[in-house]
Every structure is written in structure tokens, then in C-alpha cells.
């Protein structure tokens, strides 16, 4: 079991849970060591003064706030103990909130509170209760003499703590020109309608274990191949590709037609047997041929497409042929261009 890194209890009004806080993420990166290259020794670095070169020793640094160039206040370890918040072990909720009311920016870091043995009925009680009432308690609390406040909400039965950023430490937006101006660009029912369309086509459940470093999943194969041997390992980076928007509209009919023909790959593989039967169906041939005038119409231009196609069929035959189609309209137009195929082997023959 993973060590705890903080332990303390959780209060709200007269409940006391004693709990451990264990962290809830653990980073996955790979880490290098600068290594001097004529030796393969690690580099080592060293405290010297700017003014004159010397090393200096551990007791003789002091913290510094700089105000200018080469203008600093010194504050001493002893002056920062004075002022340092007071170590309590207690993460006292304060209040309760709504999980919609917090901005997901100013979450930071991640925590899992692990109950005692003794205290798993009250630790399942204020679970089970924020999840019923979906709040969040907002507490503070203090941990290597840092002053946080938290979120804790429940998660799966589980009671997740994440500490927040203040509010002063998030910049704001508005400060780029860029931003402002797309807020005062008009939009366009028939664009909004087509986006909407891109993002319905694209959504999909949140699977998050479908996605994956491949950096340094191919970092670490990289590393491996090297440590067990290989020298000459030819690495090909990826091609940059710029895209640019220069037909909004385009792009969005062009983006929401690929979305849908990946999504629909599959089940057109799973339809091509029936499909191929479908092409074998053969009309009666004392089908009536009574279309009206736009069917005709209609049949004269599908004739002269299938001349200009290079197709050997005449034009009486192709006019009674799409005649016949038009009183079909399920599995006739499916199977037209295998009937005009042999019937131009036939007559070529």
C-alpha cells in the first residue's frame, strides 16, 4: 500500500473523520541526467557568488525578494517562521457548494481520503451524502506549511480532495485582443447548425483509457532498443502539417462528411454480402413502363449519362430499363449498373 503523505482529519460542524491523504495521480515522464559526453560522468553544479566566482556554503544563503536590477530584500528563516501558518492537522470544510459553480481552471492537484479502520461509517456517511445532494465542501487546510484550500467531492464511494488555485492566480482571458475579437464576430444560423452537427457527429462516451503518451511510449521503446545493443536507429520525425481555415463553411461540411464516414465504416463492412445480393435481383420483364414526364426526363438524362460513360448500351434499351426503375425504387437502382454491364457484354458478344 502506498505510503500517506499528510494525515489529519476531515471536520465539518461536529463530525471529525480521521483520514490519509494519498495522492490520487501519479505522473508518468521520463527523466534524463546530463552526463558529460567524454566521460559518461553525471554533471555536477555548484553555489557560487555572481560578483566574484567563490563558492559559497549552505549558512552563508539567505532568501532575497528582488525589487530591481541588483536591489534585493533579505528575509531571514527566522522572519518567515514568525508569519508561517500554523500546522494544523485538520481539513475543516467550511461550506458547501454546487461541483457546476467551480471553474475546472482553478483545479490543481489531486488527493484520495483514506478513512481509519475505526471511522469507515461516518466516512461513508459524508459521501454518500455529497454524492445525493451533488455539492462539494470547500475547506482549508495546512500541509508542509502551505496554506491550501480544497474541493472535496465524492467520486465512486471514494472522498477526492483537490486543492485550488486563489483567485488572484488566475489570468484573465480577457487580456488578449485576439479573444475579445472573436467574442463580437457574428455567427450564422447555418454555421452554428453545421458545427453543432461536426460536434454531434464526433461525440462519443469518454474513454479515457484509449488515450496514450506516444511520446514517451516511444521515448522508452527508443531507450530500450539503445540499452540492449542497437546502434544505428533511424528515427523518423513527423511531417509538420499546417492547416488553415480559409472556407469556414467548407471545411465545417467537409469535416462533419469525413466524421461520418468513419463512423459509418464499420457498418457498411458488415453490409456488403447483403448489398451484393441485392445487385443479382432481376426485374420481371413485363414490368409496366408508364412513367410521367419527369420520370422520362429523368430517364433521358441517366441515357446520356450512361453514353458518355462509355457504355454500349442503346437508348431504347437504357429509356425502357430506367423506366423500369422508376417503379422500383428500392432494389431496380441498386442493381441497374450490373444489368446494363451484361447486357453490353451480350450484345458485344
Do not use: C
Not at 459524508?126 to 454524492?131: P, S
Request: proline residues 3%; aromatic residues 4%; charged residues 30%.
Amino acid at each position: 500500500m502506498p505510503r500517506a503523505i499528510w494525515s489529519g482529519s476531515v471536520s465539518f460542524g461536529l463530525v471529525s473523520i480521521p483520514v490519509k491523504l494519498h495522492n490520487a495521480i501519479s505522473r508518468k515522464s521520463v527523466s534524463f541526467n546530463q552526463i558529460d559526453s567524454r566521460t559518461g560522468s553525471r554533471i555536477r553544479y555548484k553555489r557560487v557568488s555572481a560578483a566574484d566566482g567563490e563558492e559559497v556554503t549552505s549558512d552563508l544563503i539567505v532568501k532575497g525578494y528582488e525589487l530591481g536590477k541588483d536591489n534585493y530584500v533579505l528575509v531571514d528563516e527566522d522572519e518567515m517562521a514568525a508569519i508561517m501558518p500554523t500546522a494544523q492537522r485538520t481539513i475543516e470544510i467550511e461550506e458547501f457548494v454546487d461541483l457546476a459553480d467551480i471553474d475546472p481552471v482553478v483545479y490543481d492537484s489531486a488527493y484520495h481520503l483514506v478513512p481509519e479502520e475505526a471511522t469507515v461509517k461516518p466516512y461513508a456517511l459524508l459521501t454518500e451524502a455529497l454524492e445525493r445532494e451533488g455539492k462539494v465542501g470547500i475547506a482549508r487546510f495546512v500541509m508542509r506549511s502551505k496554506q491550501y484550500v480544497a474541493a472535496i467531492r465524492a467520486q465512486d464511494g471514494v472522498l477526492v480532495m483537490s486543492t485550488l488555485v486563489y483567485a488572484d492566480e488566475v489570468n484573465d482571458a480577457t487580456q488578449y485582443e485576439e479573444i475579445e475579437r472573436a467574442q463580437d464576430v457574428e455567427l450564422s444560423d447555418r454555421e452554428l447548425d453545421m458545427a453543432s452537427q461536426l460536434i454531434a457527429s464526433l461525440s462519443a462516451e469518454w474513454e479515457p483509457e484509449k488515450y496514450h503518451d506516444t511520446y514517451r511510449e516511444q521515448l522508452l521503446e527508443l531507450i530500450e532498443r539503445k540499452a540492449s545493443g542497437e546502434t544505428d536507429i533511424a528515427v523518423q520525425p513527423p511531417e509538420a502539417t499546417e492547416k488553415r481555415v480559409v472556407d469556414l463553411m467548407a471545411a465545417l461540411e467537409a469535416s462533419v462528411a469525413e466524421a461520418k464516414k468513419s463512423r459509418s465504416a464499420p457498418a457498411e463492412d458488415d453490409t456488403e454480402d447483403s448489398g451484393a445480393a441485392e445487385d443479382e435481383v432481376v426485374e420481371p420483364a413485363d414490368e409496366a413502363a408508364d412513367g410521367d414526364d419527369e420520370a422520362a426526363e429523368q430517364v433521358e438524362d441517366e441515357a446520356a449519362a450512361s453514353s458518355g460513360n462509355g457504355s454500349s448500351t442503346r437508348g431504347g434499351g437504357s429509356a425502357k430499363s430506367s423506366s423500369k426503375r422508376s417503379t422500383s425504387k428500392g432494389a431496380a437502382s441498386k442493381s441497374s449498373g450490373g444489368r446494363k454491364k451484361a447486357a453490353s457484354e451480350r450484345r458485344s458478344a
